[in-house]
């Protein structure tokens, strides 16, 4: 039965290499907040960075995509490692015994936030999520929205306290960007950084400038 046999179509050559030579594992899903470019730069700099992606696109995600950016679909899709199917339940990420480092939801929309607080795992997305948190794994949620009701800002304490960590993409003035190039540059790597990842992409405060 394919439910049972799709398993080995989805598993990486070195999955049973010692964990130290495998290559760094982490899931990216896209949601339908504004901001898909953020999650396509992400999963680009995860590229260069030689990390194998996991990746979940949900229809909303998609949407949007096309909308904001001048990507297709399937130009997204050939940036990672793996794609899934949001409705396909039966993928290895939804099950913890396959393991990642852990997941980024990039941008999160304050309906997939909503469904990790509820832990409702009724797509893959949530599954995932909700896996990893199970696993006292890293789960970074992006949310974007704004202005914030009561009961965006409870989900987010809520799964804070279950140890995931909102990073809302809030641009950095500081940085004196020149262009929105480098805004989305900063955000993507300081997401990145949660996961101890350098992408060597944007300026480090470092005290104020001489000029
Ligand atoms: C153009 C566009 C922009 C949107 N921006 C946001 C947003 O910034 N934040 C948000 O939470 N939802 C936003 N939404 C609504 C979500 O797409 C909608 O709630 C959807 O159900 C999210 O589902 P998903 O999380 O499965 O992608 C937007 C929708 C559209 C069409
Ligand atoms: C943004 O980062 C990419 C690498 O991810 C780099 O190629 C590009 O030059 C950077 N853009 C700016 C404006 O710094």
Known sequence: MD?????????SSDDHAP?????????????GATGSILGIQTLIALRSLNVETHLIISKWAEATIKYETDYTISNVRALADHVYSINDLSAPIASGSFRTEGMLVVPCSVKTLASINSGICDDLISRAADVILKERRRLVLAVRETPLSTIHLQNMLSVTQAGAIIFPPVPAFYIKPSSVEDLINH????????????TAAFERWEGWKRN
């Open 19 to 31: 964990i130290a030579r495998q290559r760094r594992k982490i899931i990216v899903a896209f949601t």
């Open 3 to 11: 439910f049972f046999t799709s398993r080995a179509d989805h598993a």
């Open 187 to 198: 955000s993507v790597g300081r997401i990145l950084d949660l996961f101890d990842l350098d």
